[in-house]
């Protein structure tokens, strides 16, 4: 059974950090492009990050740009993601997924399969 497993969500003051888990089982990471996407309540999901395969493409939405960074392990199946200066927009539910296609190319969420069930961010004082 392939699955993403997402978890490091939790409540944190604005301005803390947080890093986000995503462990696959079932299958190798390595070939795959890993996006890390957000959906806040009442809003649609977005894309916050991606990693493509080996790590050579690193893009971010410009929303996090300079706050957040991932980061993959392969050998331990893991994707990362740091998030610091948290702000209250921040807040959502973070899911992660693979694609085999090119972080450049995968700009749909049907690009992506295989989605964790998320982690939860809360950003509040």
């Known amino acids: 059974q392939l699955q993403l497993e997402e978890s490091g969500g939790g409540l944190v003051q604005p301005g803390g950090s947080l890093r986000l888990s995503c462990v696959a089982s079932g299958f190798t990471l390595d070939y795959y492009a890993i996006g890390w996407f957000r959906q806040a309540p009442g809003k649609e999901r977005e894309a916050v990050s991606c990693i493509s395969s080996a790590g050579g493409t690193i893009e971010y939405a410009d929303s996090v740009k300079g706050r957040f960074s991932v980061s993959r392990d392969d050998p331990k199946n893991t994707v990362y993601l740091q998030m610091n200066n948290l702000k209250p927009e921040d807040t959502a539910v973070y899911y992660c997924?693979?694609?085999?296609?090119?972080?450049?190319?995968?700009?749909?969420?049907?690009?992506?399969?295989?989605w964790g069930q998320g982690t939860a961010v809360t950003v509040s004082s």
């Open positions: 997924a693979k694609s085999r296609y090119t972080c450049a190319y995968a700009r749909s969420l049907s690009h992506y399969d295989d």
